[in-house]
């Protein structure tokens, strides 16, 4: 199944169970509640070199083991709810042998990559359900600010949340994950033209760069060189809104690309 197909089929598996179910509500999403029911036991256990680990016997009750060191709220949500996806979408799990020794672990299976994004996709889904979302990602000011609502309302990471967001709107908008100074991913929107590839080292002309740099801190969003970040198709305005997270090392970015002719007087959220 193409990528596209598959992470579309993800996303209507997971509107299937929350409408299933009833969720109306933010506070409805129980997902430990909703994994149990649609058949998984979850235990934790000493994994070694991963978070989770579905096991699905061809006899038996299936179960997901939680790493013991997965104690944040937010990303124990999010691998309960990723591991649902597989289970409910059917991938095919690992052999007995790699499943008791993570050495044995054998070469990428074909098309395993686009199953972890399917998952990631219904797990999205799943927690921050598109009808309830929407509308704190629609006619918005672009900044963290919604995403950061979205990530208290849903219980789920700013980074997770920031994804969503740039998923839902019609801005031309990308998050962007950057560590140790360079970029770990980007999360464009639909609408955003340009590339911003993993691994490119941090502008200093950018926000995200100074806080690798010396901590510096700004509450809003600010104007910042567009080849600081992009080379853009068209002319346009880069607005750039970072926070860090000094314990982990990283900086969560959201960047919005406005024609020139709109950048003028730009209505700009903090």
């Not at 038996?60 to 309960?80: A, C, M, N, Q, W």
């Not at 050495?103 to 299976?109: D, I, N, V, W, Y």
Request: charged fraction near 25%.
């Amino acid at each position: 199944m193409p990528a596209r197909a598959g992470i579309e089929h993800a996303r209507r598996a997971a509107r299937d169970l929350v409408e299933h179910y009833g969720i109306t509500e933010p506070d409805h999403i129980a997902i430990e509640d909703l994994a149990f029911r649609r058949g998984l036991t979850i235990y934790e256990a000493p994994l070694v070199g991963a978070v989770a680990q579905l096991i699905n016997p061809r006899w038996g009750r299936p179960k997901l083991l939680l790493s013991e060191r997965l104690v944040e709220h937010d990303v124990r949500r999010f691998t309960i709810a990723h591991d649902l996806g597989h289970y409910v979408l059917e991938h095919p799990s690992r052999s007995l042998v790699e499943l008791c020794d993570p050495l044995a672990r054998g070469p990428e299976r074909s098309g395993e990559r686009y199953e972890e994004l399917e998952a990631n996709a219904f797990a999205s889904e799943v927690l921050m359900p598109e009808r309830l979302v929407r509308a704190e990602c629609v006619g918005v000011p672009v900044s963290l600010a919604p995403a950061l609502r979205i990530a208290h309302r849903f219980r789920v990471s700013p980074r997770a949340a920031a994804i969503r967001f740039t998923e839902l709107t019609d801005a031309a908008c990308a998050a962007v994950l950057s560590e140790r100074g360079v970029v770990r991913w980007t999360a464009p929107s639909a609408t955003f033209r340009s590339s911003i590839p993993s691994g490119k080292p941090l502008d200093p002309r950018s926000i995200a760069w100074a806080y690798f740099a010396g901590g510096a801190s700004t509450r809003e969003a600010q104007h910042v060189p567009t080849a600081a970040w992009i080379e853009p198709e068209a002319p346009v305005s880069l607005l750039e809104h970072s926070i860090a997270s000094f314990d982990r090392g990283v900086v969560l970015t959201m960047l919005w690309a406005l024609p020139v002719a709109l950048a003028a007087t730009p209505h700009v959220a903090a």
